[in-house]
């Protein structure tokens, strides 16, 4: 058996290719398809934060990318090899609509075969909250930031391609089967691993109007994709719709409420850091208020004081923010606020607040340094704590840190002006 391609039949290499790459597809798919079955069931209003069910889908999830990167390169491999091979002649040539169809098919089977894994690839490395791809060389792709405008136009866009696959799919199995059951030509047969002799195709030469053709149907589907919506941003592998719309709207800098204090808060940031199946995820509070009294003691020792109260409905984290703002989780709700009551201390070096962090209905002791710098009557103030999950009742279903880590960072960042 040949490994080269001639004019009259594929060589094993090519036919390694095609079937490797059948496998592929037929394995990613549905794996894909139950995965995001769950995914749905997780951001139903009565999931239970079953912990089991979060792991077996973020399982699925990290198969299905894992092979629809080894896709991708066998995409790639299989382009470049036939870019060097003979172009198997069609067996009836003089049907100009039948071999105009196949050689479409054909175009846009090739194009999918890389789109698809690439978009896949890109929704993910722009996501946060995801299940890992398994290998040693990073979630991020360069030049794609990570961002949920563009996760989300990429999941939407790998969704759209991923149906277009199937029905190109659909059309490419049907068409084999008419040759091979209906006319009973060795069209298919030559593809097998076993074909036999198969007879001398006509002399031929291929037109670029299947190119053309394949090129036109892509922009009819993407256009009637987007003027249905579907390429709106919404992603439709895992990610969410937000169950608070203004937390989406609200500016990564949040302009904190006026408060009756000593110093009035002008801008910050709330942020939390979790580790979730070996990445970061990273989330922001947009909406919390500050009621800080201080005064710069001259040595060090007490300071003043500070309330500080959160909406907890204004978190995003990345794809999984419906998720945290669950029963399981933050549970807003039954709890829609958490509170941080603390003294304020000079020390040597440095600041804290010494207090108690109130999240769901349990109330922790917290310490949190912080760093001041202080000029004239704006004061700006960096800080950062670690706190367990688990204290507050929080991801209970999720007792495995290997899915989901058991500290919490919380990170505070503001620029406040003194009223008096």
Do not use: C
């Amino acid at each position: 058996m040949s490994l080269i391609n001639s004019f009259s039949r594929y060589g094993s290499i090519s036919k390694g290719f095609h079937w490797a790459t059948v496998l592929l597809i037929f394995s990613t798919f549905p794996i894909g398809y139950f995965a995001n079955g769950l995914a749905e069931q997780i951001r139903s209003p009565d999931f239970s934060g079953d912990g089991a069910v979060i792991t077996r889908t973020a399982f699925l999830f990290s198969l299905h990318k894992t092979i629809g990167i080894l896709a991708l390169l066998t995409a790639a491999l299989r382009i470049l090899w036939t870019l060097t091979q003979a172009k198997p002649g069609l067996l009836h040539p003089d049907n100009k609509a039948e071999a105009l169809a196949a050689e479409t098919v054909h175009w846009l089977l090739y194009a999918l075969m890389v789109a698809v894994p690439l978009t896949g690839w890109i929704h993910h490395a722009a996501a946060t909250g995801f299940a890992p791809i398994w290998w040693p060389f990073g979630q991020g792709l360069p030049f794609v930031p990570q961002t949920e405008t563009v996760a989300g136009f990429f999941g939407s866009l790998h969704w759209v391609m991923v149906w277009s696959l199937f029905a190109v799919v659909v059309l490419h199995i049907a068409g084999a089967l008419k040759h091979h059951m209906i006319d009973r030509d060795n069209t298919l047969r030559r593809m097998l691993p076993r074909g036999g002799q198969v007879e001398e195709p006509p002399a031929q030469a291929h037109s670029k109007a299947p190119f053309f053709v394949a090129a036109s149907l892509a922009l009819v589907v993407l256009a009637g994709a987007q003027s249905l919506g579907y390429l709106g941003g919404h992603d439709h592998d895992h990610s969410h719709d937000h169950a608070h719309d203004h937390a989406a709207q609200t500016d990564s800098v949040a302009t904190v409420a006026a408060t009756a204090s000593q110093w009035a808060v002008q801008s910050g940031t709330l942020t939390i850091e979790v580790a979730q199946f070996g990445g970061i995820v990273e989330g922001q509070f947009a909406t919390w208020t500050a009621a800080i009294d201080f005064e710069e003691p001259a040595a060090p020792g007490p300071a003043g004081s500070v309330e500080v109260v959160i909406d907890i409905s204004s978190l995003t984290l990345g794809s999984v923010t419906d998720q945290a703002l669950g029963a399981d989780y933050f549970d807003v709700a039954s709890f829609p606020t958490a509170t941080f009551n603390a003294d304020l201390e000079k020390l040597d070096t440095g600041y804290q607040a010494v207090g108690t962090l109130t999240i769901r209905d349990k109330t922790q002791p917290l310490i949190l340094p912080f760093d001041l710098e202080l000029n004239g009557a704006t004061a700006v103030m960096r800080g950062q704590a670690t706190v367990q999950r688990l204290a507050f009742d929080i991801g209970q279903s999720q007792s495995d840190e290997s899915s989901l880590g058991f500290d919490v960072v919380i990170k505070a960042d503001l620029t406040a002006q003194n009223t008096k």
